[in-house]
């Protein structure tokens, strides 16, 4: 069986926690590839996550929920072991936001508040050029942020990029995984969408002042979508090439 074989009908695994954060542009990229939505924290939607090696790659989205609360927050803790299985397998994941945080997590690191939200379009800077996603952009490009929270690097990860106020802003995990707090995938209707959600608006007004939606939408219209299509094509490419062990071989290792 060829490696491209090995992933005809392997869905790619999106998991989303909550409705006004989708992948909207990184799906672009896989106009090939059958999706799979799962809703962790919507039980009328689906919430139990695949096997691993059923999928020819994760996308782990961003949203409000803390990867500390996995104590009391059974999705978090579900997802953050389905993350370490996935490690273990090299299945490819990309991770946003708290979907970075899930993925350092489940790789051992701290996640801890940040001094301040970091919110609106401000530059990352690529410190792995060579870096098989983001180092075509290398030195530096203009991105969205909106967390509050920040980690440590994990053990073994390769710190790719980091802003003024956050020193790991993506790092990769293997030559398999990665792990971004910033949104490539915001373009102008995506952040209209984000403008409608109550709790998304109050954290801007809080961060960014009474101007916040002029700021935003000018950072947002700045942006280049053929820079975050760049990076989300080379993932789908990595994730179609792959070669991930079937269920049987992997019951065998276990």
């Known amino acids: 069986m060829t490696t ?8 790619l695994l999106v998991v989303q926690h ?27 939607c689906g919430t139990e996550l695949p096997d691993p090696t059923t999928v020819r790659g994760a996308i782990f989205m961003g949203g409000p929920m ?5 104590d009391t927050l059974q999705p978090i ?23 970075a945080q899930l993925l350092a997590k489940a790789a051992g690191a701290a996640i801890a508040p940040a001094p301040h939200p ?8 690529i410190t792995d050029p060579h870096d098989p996603l983001i180092g075509r952009l290398a030195p530096r490009t203009d991105a969205m942020h909106w967390h509050g929270e920040q980690f440590t690097l994990p053990a073994g990860a390769v710190a790719v990029a980091h802003s003024a106020q956050t020193d790991v802003q993506m790092f990769r995990i293997g030559t398999h995984a990665w792990g971004m707090l910033f949104h490539l995938e915001v373009d102008n209707d995506l952040l209209e969408v984000w403008l409608g959600e109550p709790s998304m608006t109050a954290d801007a007004q809080r961060a960014l002042g009474n101007d916040y939606r002029e700021t935003l939408r000018s950072g947002v219209a700045a942006l280049c979508p053929q820079t975050a299509s760049a990076v989300f094509d080379q993932f789908a490419k990595y994730c179609a090439q792959r070669n991930i062990p079937s269920a049987a071989v992997a019951g065998e290792t276990m």
Do not use: Y
Request: proline share 7%; aromatic share 6%.
């Open 118 to 125: 970091e919110i609106g379009v401000s530059p990352v800077m």
């Open 18 to 44: 909550v409705p006004w954060e989708g992948p909207h542009l990184i799906l672009d990229s896989f106009l090939d590839a059958v999706v799979e939505v799962r809703h962790t924290f919507d039980k009328d």
């Open 66 to 70: 803390s990867v500390n609360d996995a």
């Open 4 to 11: 491209a074989d090995a992933h005809d009908g392997r869905p």
């Open 77 to 99: 803790a579900d997802e953050i072991a389905w993350l370490q299985e996935a490690l273990r397998l090299e299945v490819p994941v990309l991770g946003i936001c708290l979907g």
